[in-house]
């Protein structure tokens, strides 16, 4: 993500993976997930943005909640036009998706990753 530097100006700094022979890759150091469900006709959207990291089971996910406006300036990319412009109309709530349901991890992912390491 962009950081202000000392100097006022706003740099993106990020980790490249390869040698010098021109087989290098960037590595983000975000990424972004964007969630969509529907119940009983109404429409909830989840965004979030998340460090490349591991990040410690007690960090609850909301944390990483953002709006949606905010990952579509980051990625360049926009979601959902046809269904916020169908909203703008009166014919589909949005809710944000947090507030409708527990934005968590599933019971045992922690485990799970760990035991997939070995």
């Known amino acids: 993500m962009p950081a202000r530097a000392s100097n006022g100006r706003w740099i993106v700094q990020y980790e490249v993976l390869g040698d010098d022979s021109g087989g290098q890759v960037a590595v983000p150091t975000h990424f972004f ?14 965004a979030f943005i998340m460090p490349n990291k591991p990040i410690p089971p007690d960090i609850a996910l909301e944390k990483f909640t953002v709006e949606l ?4 300036s980051a990625s360049g990319l926009h979601f959902f036009e046809r269904l916020r412009a169908a909203g703008s109309r009166g ?4 809710k944000g998706l947090c507030s409708d349901t527990q934005c968590v991890l599933p019971p045992g992912y922690h485990e799970a990753k760990a035991r ?3």
């Open 33 to 46: 997930k964007v969630i969509m469900g529907e119940q009983s006709g109404r429409i909830a959207i989840g």
């Open 69 to 72: 406006a905010t990952v579509e």
């Open 91 to 94: 014919g589909v709530l949005q």
């Open 116 to 118: 997939a390491k070995l």
